[in-house]
C-alpha cells in the first residue's frame, strides 16, 4: 500500500494564483520529498524535508512538515502555466524502507 | 537527468516473451531502483541494487528478475511478460548524503506494451 496520498488528485487554477497540495503518511518518517512529473517524463527531485524541520523554502515553493498529523503540504506560489505537471510525495521511512511515493496531485494552470 | 539512460524507450512485445529493459547511468552512484507506474497506483518499487551483484525485491517483484554486474547498469527482466506488466518503467539512481539514501534521480522511463 501506498505510504504517502496526495490531496487533491487534481487541481486546475489561474496562472498568478497560488497553488496547495496536501499529502498524508502513514509511519513514521526520517524526511519527505516533493517530486515533479511533466506528461511524458522522469520524476524531478524539487525539496526535502527532514522530520525534524517545520518548513523550507524554495524559490516559489514552500514546504511544510507536520509529524504530528502526519502530513505535509506543497505551496506554489504565483504560479505559472509551466508548473502544470503531476506532483508527488515521498517519504523515506524510519524503518530503513526505500522512498514510498503517493499517487500524486495533477496541477493544471491555466493561461 | 543525472546521466541515467534508458533502453528502449519503447517497445511492444507478446505474451510470454522474455523481454529486458536497460538503465544505464555514467556516475557511479550505488544504489538503483527499477518503479512501474500505473494510474491509481503511482509509482511502485519493483527491484532496489545496494551495489554490485547485491539486489532485492520491492513491493510488486513478482514476474521480474534483476541484474547488475557492473555498477552502470542495471537490467530488468520480465521472464514471461504478461499483459499486466504493460506500464510506464522508471530507473532511478540515489544520491547518498550523510551515509543515508536521499533524493532520488529518475531516468525518462520506458513504455512498456505487452499483447
Known amino acids: 500500500s501506498q505510504q504517502g496520498e496526495e490531496d487533491p488528485q487534481a487541481l486546475s487554477i489561474q496562472e498568478g494564483e497560488n497553488a496547495t497540495m496536501n499529502c498524508s503518511y502513514k509511519t513514521s518518517i526520517n524526511n519527505l520529498q516533493w517530486y515533479r512529473q511533466n506528461s511524458g517524463r522522469g520524476l524531478v527531485h524539487l525539496i526535502l524535508i527532514r522530520s525534524n524541520e517545520r518548513e523550507k523554502h524554495s524559490g516559489r515553493l514552500r514546504v511544510t512538515l507536520d509529524t504530528s498529523k502526519k502530513s505535509s503540504s506543497l505551496l506554489i506560489t504565483a504560479s505559472r502555466a509551466a508548473d502544470t505537471a503531476s506532483y508527488f510525495c515521498?517519504?523515506?521511512?524510519?524503518?530503513?524502507?526505500?522512498?514510498?511515493f503517493g499517487e500524486g496531485t495533477q496541477l493544471t494552470v491555466n493561461p | 537527468d543525472a546521466g541515467i539512460t534508458q533502453s528502449p524507450r519503447h517497445k511492444v512485445t507478446e505474451t510470454g516473451t522474455p523481454v529486458t529493459l536497460r538503465c544505464h547511468q555514467t556516475?557511479?552512484?550505488?544504489?538503483m531502483y527499477w518503479y512501474r507506474q500505473d494510474p491509481g497506483h503511482g509509482l511502485r518499487l519493483i527491484h532496489y541494487s545496494y551495489g554490485v551483484k547485491d539486489t532485492d525485491k520491492g513491493e510488486v517483484s513478482d514476474g521480474y528478475s534483476v541484474s547488475r554486474s557492473k555498477t552502470e547498469d542495471f537490467l530488468l527482466t520480465l521472464e514471461s511478460a504478461t499483459s499486466s506488466q504493460t506500464s510506464v518503467y522508471f530507473c532511478a539512481i540515489s544520491a547518498v548524503k550523510g551515509g543515508g539514501r536521499e533524493t532520488q534521480y529518475f531516468g525518462p522511463g520506458t513504455r512498456l506494451l505487452v499483447l
Open positions: 556516475e557511479n552512484h550505488r544504489y
Open positions: 515521498a517519504t523515506d521511512g524510519t524503518s530503513g524502507s526505500r522512498l514510498t
